[in-house]
């Protein structure tokens, strides 16, 4: 059957090309020589010299045989028996690291479960338990299950918007869900940066590993500097990890600043005092509480952006307008515009909301 010979890392591009012309047969990718990956094609797709193939190779080798299409079909046999319901019917997974929830009646079959989810999907290298968020860093409390090559460090790396984070679920708190949040923020910031002319320094207090910050960096001419920190210590060291990835050694900030501080106490730094143009605040269940603590890293020049998550009872939202013009004047500044934007629901009387304005400082 015919393959088109493409290297590993352009994989996803001629997949989404051949699919999009329907020239992708469905039997699957196979592995080739020399890190090469052959993508199966129809027999309707172009011949060999054809130059839509931009000179890859066509070549011909066995189409990959179907094998189970889920890891509950590799479980030993004599657990066959139980019914699909018995088993979890979802996980998470962040970078090579597979979390799953284990009720009381599976806990005898965990291991081999896990065994058997290793086997389905190749790119998991940690299989654990996942036991919950705990503690005043909301850390997953994660019992390893089974392991692909021995160990079991769930530090791990992701890849968001096309640029990779280290996280770690074992110790840090870290969201996928707002993925599409952190590319609003980057669009936000981007109005912004216009109405002022100039780059902006951003202040991210409960920055975590920094996931808002990669699309930030790599936006030219957007940031002038940065104040970046968490509370939590494994957090700050992965942070500081993530932006040495992300900031080439010849890039220039000012500030540049990634430390580990209870953020209501970052105004007590003279150094952070009026410095930041845009203030991002997630810490969800508590962000409107903080903010007259938080307001003061702003520069009280012409105008600031303020935006930020928080979790609401639905009976409150309403409300919610009003309690962050009230903080902002009381720091004697004025809002041109408040938005409070419902998400996603968080239980059935509260809510997950996105907040923003313009701050005038007249």
């Keep these: 059957m015919r393959h088109l010979s493409v290297p590993s890392h352009e994989t996803e591009r001629w997949l989404a090309f051949c699919r999009s012309n329907g020239w992708l047969a469905p039997t699957g990718v196979v592995p080739l020589e020399s890190d090469h990956r052959g993508v199966p094609l129809t027999q309707s797709a172009p011949a060999d010299d054809d130059e839509v193939w931009e000179g890859m190779q066509v070549v011909d080798t066995e189409p990959r045989s179907k094998g189970p299409t889920h890891w509950r079909e590799r479980l030993p046999v004599e657990l066959h028996h139980l019914p699909e319901s018995f088993w979890p019917s979802a996980y998470e997974i962040q970078g090579d690291v597979l979390m799953v929830k284990v009720e009381p009646d599976v806990e005898p079959h965990a291991k081999v479960m896990a065994q058997a989810m ?15 968020v705990e503690g005043e860093f909301r850390v997953r409390q994660l019992n390893p299950l089974a392991s692909r090559d021995g160990s079991v460090s769930t530090r791990t790396q992701i890849r968001e918007h096309g640029v990779s984070i280290w996280v770690d679920p074992g110790s840090v708190y870290f969201s996928a869900r707002l993925s ?3 590319l609003e923020t980057l669009k936000a910031m981007q109005r912004f940066r216009a109405l002022l002319n100039r780059p902006l320094v951003v202040a991210d207090p409960y920055a975590g590993v920094g996931p808002s910050l990669p699309l930030l960096l790599a936006e030219p001419d957007l940031l002038e500097g940065f104040l970046a920190g968490d509370l939590n210590p494994d957090a700050v060291g992965l942070l500081a990890l993530n932006i ?9 900030f000012e500030p540049k600043v990634v430390f580990c501080e209870d953020a209501l106490k970052w105004s007590e730094r003279p150094e952070l005092v009026g410095v930041a143009d845009v203030l991002l605040v997630n810490l969800p269940h508590d962000s409107l509480d903080h903010l007259p603590s938080l307001l003061p890293l702003l520069r009280k020049q012409n105008r600031s952006l303020l935006r930020g998550w928080a979790i609401v009872e639905r009976t409150l939202l309403s ?8 903080a902002v004047s009381e720091a004697n500044g004025r809002c041109e515009d408040v938005s409070v934007e419902e998400i996603k629901g968080f239980s059935s009387t509260r809510c997950f909301v996105v907040f923003q304005t313009i701050i005038a400082w007249d």
Excluded: F, K, S, Y
């Design 118 to 132: 290793l086997e389905q999907l190749p790119n998991v290298r940690l299989v654990c338990a996942d036991a919950g």
């Design 180 to 182: 599409t949040q952190r």
């Design 244 to 252: 040495a990835d992300w900031t080439a050694p010849t890039t220039e």
């Design 319 to 326: 409300a919610c307008p009003q309690r962050i013009h009230d």
